[in-house]
Nanobody
Framework: QVQLVESGGGLVQPGESLRLSCAASGSIFSVNAMGWYRQAPGKVREFVARITRIGVTRYADSVKGRFTISRDNTKNTVYLQMNSLKPEDTAVYYC???????????WGQGTQVTVSS
């Protein structure tokens, strides 16, 4: 099993930045992909970004050019740098990890990100 703990959410104004962190523990050796999903009120959970163990990244079109995912394998931690935030980025952000190329086997508890003036 893999445990994931997110941190870094909060309330920001449009145009500002936030950085989310997710620390993994447990059977880390089995994990390849780590990443982020988000779920806004009344909407389904959607993919945001992922990064593999060797650093290959993938982003949702809605965040390309604004969000950057990175990973520190020595700390078993993945980060999501979010710049130029918009009100439509408001959601609960979930960290996830997976054995394959998509992070969808293990989930964190979520952290709230609110973008509002």
């Amino acid at each position: 099993q893999v445990q994931l703990v997110e941190s870094g959410g909060g309330l920001v104004q449009p145009g500002e930045s936030l950085r989310l962190s997710c620390a993994a523990s447990g059977s880390i050796f089995s994990v390849n992909a780590m990443g982020w999903y988000r779920q806004a009120p009344g909407k389904v959970r959607e993919f945001v970004a992922r990064i593999t163990r060797i650093g290959v990244t993938r982003y949702a079109d809605s965040v390309k050019g604004r969000f950057t995912i990175s990973r520190d394998n020595t700390k078993n931690t993945v980060y999501l740098q979010m710049n130029s935030l918009k009100p439509e980025d408001t959601a609960v952000y979930y960290c996830a990890a997976g054995i394959g190329t998509m992070p969808d086997d293990y989930w964190g508890q979520g952290t709230q990100v609110t973008v509002s003036s």
